[in-house]
């Protein structure tokens, strides 16, 4: 059984920085996939950004540049750094690790980022 929980969720201001860490427990073996999403109410989960077991990356357009996703394989964990934040970064972000030849998908419970001044 895998388990996701994310933490570094918080209030900043506009122009501020926030770095997420999403830590896996359990077995984790094989391609993977681990990305950050994100919801606002009233609004579909978006991605935000991927990053492969090969450590290959994608983003939203919306955050490209200041955004950075990354991993460290050998503490399960998946880090999202977030620069020049913005009002319209608030939202509750989701960890979500993806196995696609266990066609296992996992969420975090979420951890709320709120861009205020």
């Known amino acids: 059984q895998v388990q996701l929980v994310e933490s570094g969720g918080g209030l900043v201001q506009p122009g501020g920085s926030l770095r997420l860490s999403c830590a896996a427990s359990?077995?984790?073996?094989?391609?993977?996939?681990m990305g950050w999403f994100r919801q606002v109410p009233g609004k579909e989960r978006e991605l935000v950004a991927e990053?492969?077991?090969?450590?290959?990356?994608n983003y939203a357009d919306s955050v490209k540049g200041r955004f950075t996703i990354s991993r460290e394989n050998a503490k399960k964990t998946v880090y999202l750094q977030m620069n020049n934040l913005k009002v319209e970064d608030t939202a509750v972000y989701y960890c979500?690790?993806?196995?696609?030849?266990?066609?296992?998908?996992?969420w975090g419970q979420g951890t709320l980022v709120t861009v205020s001044s």
């Open positions: 990053i492969a077991s090969s450590g290959l990356a």
């Open positions: 979500r690790g993806y196995w696609p030849y266990s066609s296992l998908e996992v």
């Open positions: 359990g077995s984790i073996f094989g391609v993977n996939f």
